[in-house]
């Protein structure tokens, strides 16, 4: 955990990527379309990150709330997704770009599947940027399949520290996001990392996401700068 000053940079940033359709929509293009959009952009943000001195970067693609969307409209977020694997996976595994999956794997596609642990693979030993992608992702399940897994195990209350938990999280072995960032001007955290962000800064930007660039992110890490973490504690000054 940082200290209460906190560093210049975040090292660990999550974003909720939100406005796909409104910026589609905004221009006359079909949903689809602004989807495509958003992850033609996710190159780009994930280069102003590496520039900036960002370790961690964690993106939210698809929530478990989000098979409830027109059948149309989930069929093509999944044809997206095999579309990025095959061909985002290899430049970003010659960036040096570590691949995590965060979420649940059974409900894709047997060949999604194959094609998301190939690019976990792949990329495993990688560690100029790790890229966690939340897919088929919600902070409650999450947590629940975390308690589950430690019933099943038999774990006595007494062992139940938040540091043993955090271990049965998708997120093991990554640290806290210092700063959660949405767009689209939106200011809820949508079941996203609601365990891990009990501490993170809070940024949002009326930008779609396919309009977020490098500027934004600059904007983001300088306010992020400015801000006095205190963790629940007091500043020396107070």
Do not use: C
């Amino acid at each position: 955990m940082s200290s209460p000053d906190g560093p210049a940079t975040p090292r660990h940033i999550a974003i909720i990527m939100d406005g796909n359709g409104r910026w589609a929509e905004s221009r006359g293009l079909s949903r689809h379309e602004g989807h495509r959009a958003g992850v033609e952009n996710i190159r780009r943000v994930v280069e102003a990150a590496v520039d900036a001195g960002v370790r961690y970067l964690t993106l939210y693609a698809f929530s478990t709330e989000n098979w409830a969307r027109p059948e149309g409209e989930v069929s093509g977020l999944l044809e997206i997704l095999g579309e990025v694997l095959i061909h985002e996976t290899p430049l970003l595994h010659e960036q040096g770009v570590q691949i995590r999956h965060l979420g649940s794997l059974d409900e894709l596609p047997p060949h999604l599947q194959q094609g998301v642990n190939v690019a976990l693979g792949l990329t495993h030993g990688n560690d100029r940027l790790v890229l966690s992608v939340a897919y088929n992702y919600g902070g409650r399940a999450e947590i629940l399949r975390a308690v589950r897994r430690m019933l099943a195990e038999g774990l006595a209350p007494e062992e139940v520290t938040e540091e043993r938990f955090g271990s049965y999280l998708y997120t093991a072995g990554l640290p806290d996001p210092d700063m959660i960032v949405r767009t689209a001007g939106e200011m809820r955290l949508s079941n996203y990392l609601i365990w891990q962000a009990a501490y993170a800064e809070y940024w949002s930007t009326p930008a779609y996401w396919p309009d977020f660039g490098a500027e934004h992110l600059r904007q983001a890490i300088l306010d992020y700068g400015r801000r006095k973490r205190k963790f629940g504690g007091l500043l020396q000054e107070e």
